[in-house]
């Protein structure tokens, strides 16, 4: 059996890597002190015997001694100088992230669509990135006696935690927020909030770290002919309702233009009225209030239209009106004088009235 005098791993797509000749064939297990021992960058090299893990590597060149092998030396009683061989597992391991590991959520789990009453099947989708942290709790909880191990061989250690994660938070999510099964894809995010933080939970008892943990879909199983036709009447319902709902928004934007052209309307007939009278204001708004004596008990009737306004509020507006109300008496003491004339005198009226 050959002696190996260099050992190293140029495996990167693995995570786990048992040594082995690199011409293939059976395992080999010999090994002898001052082979030289390559570790790359982001690897940990483990020897293991008898199932217990002996002396950890990190990254470097090691020329193997009793000095840097100090457990399994005394494990195997080296003879002979160490240049006989002697027996020992030696794993290397990957601590790189490992991107993009696959997960599907299968078979399909069922849910009742309340509003038609069908049993719509729901699966999903997504993927994970893990990194080593803990060797010695990876290889005693999962490793084992595996010769090699993918990351895409964590799928299926941990595809029954994943999948009851991830119908715990759809099914717990849509009820809280009152969704039926055909709209599921509005919590993609939620439910992958929801599951990660218990999945990493879980890997770390493994000696993983999850990186990034991301659902990429939920969608439902539409083989069968009821549910392609309630997706279909589902549709046809959601096009109706949007169809409405953009209705009756043109409506009250129609509506509102037309409250505002009124209010226009209505403002330009009321100012025409204000003192537009040929005969000196007999005809209009201002001739009535004048010919009624009107105009003196103006702010004190405003004021109690406003009555049931709050005191600081209603006081404000009152005083407001007392204003206005002196300021119109003066104009028609200067007009009765000959100091203002009709015009300027219905002017200076409108401009009081406006502010009320």
């Not at 015997?49 to 494990?75: C, M, Q, R, V, Y």
């Not at 309630?230 to 509102?256: C, F, G, P, T």
């Not at 239209?305 to 509020?313: A, R, Y």
């Amino acid at each position: 059996m050959a002696i190996i005098d260099v050992l190293k791993c140029d495996r990167p797509e693995k995570m786990v890597w048992k040594w082995q000749p690199p011409e293939g064939g059976l395992r080999q297990e010999e090994l002898r002190l001052g082979t030289q021992l390559v570790v790359n960058h982001s690897q940990q090299a483990v020897f293991v015997k008898g199932g217990e893990i002996a002396d950890i590597f990190e990254a470097g060149t090691h020329t193997l001694s009793t000095e840097n092998l100090p457990i399994l030396s005394g494990l195997i009683g080296l003879a002979f100088g160490g240049q006989s061989p002697f027996k020992a597992e030696v794993y290397f391991f990957n601590k790189a992230i490992a991107m993009d590991t696959k997960f599907a959520l299968r078979p399909p789990f069922n849910m009742i669509e309340p509003n038609f009453r069908v049993t719509i099947p729901i699966v999903s989708r997504g993927s994970f990135a893990v990194k080593i942290t803990d060797v010695r709790l990876f290889i005693s909880q999962i490793i084992g006696t595996l010769p090699d191990f993918e990351a895409a061989t964590l799928s299926q250690y941990f595809r029954g935690i994943i999948t009851e994660q991830i119908k715990a938070a759809i099914i717990r999510i849509s009820r809280e927020q009152n969704l039926s099964p055909l709209e599921l894809e509005a919590i993609v995010i939620d439910v992958s909030d929801a599951v990660k933080g218990i999945f990493a939970e879980t890997l770390a008892r493994y000696g993983l770290f999850l990186e990034l943990f991301s659902i990429e879909a939920i969608s439902i199983v539409d083989d069968d002919p009821r549910v392609k036709k309630v997706i279909e009447d589902y549709q046809s319902l959601m096009a109706k309702d949007m169809e409405e709902r953009m209705r009756l928004r043109r409506h009250s934007e129609n509506l509102e233009v037309y409250k505002v052209e009124r209010s226009f309307d209505t403002t330009e007939a009321a100012a025409g009225n204000i003192g537009g009278g040929s005969d000196g204001g007999a005809g209009s708004i201002l001739g009535t209030m004048l010919g009624y004596q009107m105009v003196q008990p103006l702010g004190s009737a405003i004021g109690t239209m406003v009555g049931t306004i709050t005191p600081n509020v209603q006081q404000t507006v009152t005083d407001e009106f007392d204003e206005i109300d002196r300021k119109m008496k003066k104009l028609g003491e200067w007009k009765a004088e000959g100091i203002l004339t009709e015009e300027v005198y219905n002017e200076k009226i409108k401009e009081l009235l406006n502010r009320i």
